[in-house]
């Protein structure tokens, strides 16, 4: 098992700004790209930034210019830099990583969510 344990979550004013951490620890290979999604009530569950191993990132047009994901690949964490957050941000988040792993010479990929954390911006 991985397991990804976020932090970093609370509630907030407009225009406030938080930092999310998830943590992966357990058996892997290797973590390849990592990304955080959110969740917020009556909506489905979208993309919000993510991050490859190398460092290539991707954002939701939504979060451009205020959002930065990063990566710390000794720590196999991943973070989310939030700034100038919204009541739109509200919702839960939840940090995914995709990993290898190795049985033998076989190698196959698999992918894990952590349990999520709120973030509320609200005045």
């Known amino acids: 098992q991985v397991q990804l344990v976020e932090s970093g979550g609370g509630l907030v004013q407009p225009g406030g700004s938080l930092r999310l951490s998830c943590a992966a620890s357990g058996g892997f290979f290797s973590i390849n790209a990592m990304g955080w999604y959110r969740q917020a009530p009556g909506k489905q569950r979208e993309l919000v930034a993510a991050i490859t191993s190398s460092g290539s990132t991707n954002y939701a047009d939504s979060v451009k210019g205020r959002f930065t994901i990063s990566r710390d690949n000794v720590k196999n964490t991943v973070y989310l830099q939030m700034n100038t957050l919204k009541p739109e941000d509200t919702a839960v988040y939840y940090c995914?990583?995709?990993?290898?792993?190795?049985?033998?010479?076989?190698?196959?990929?698999?992918?894990?969510w952590g349990q999520g954390t709120q973030v509320t911006v609200s005045s």
């Open positions: 995914n990583a995709g990993v290898t792993h190795r049985n033998g010479i076989r190698y196959y990929r698999d992918d894990y």
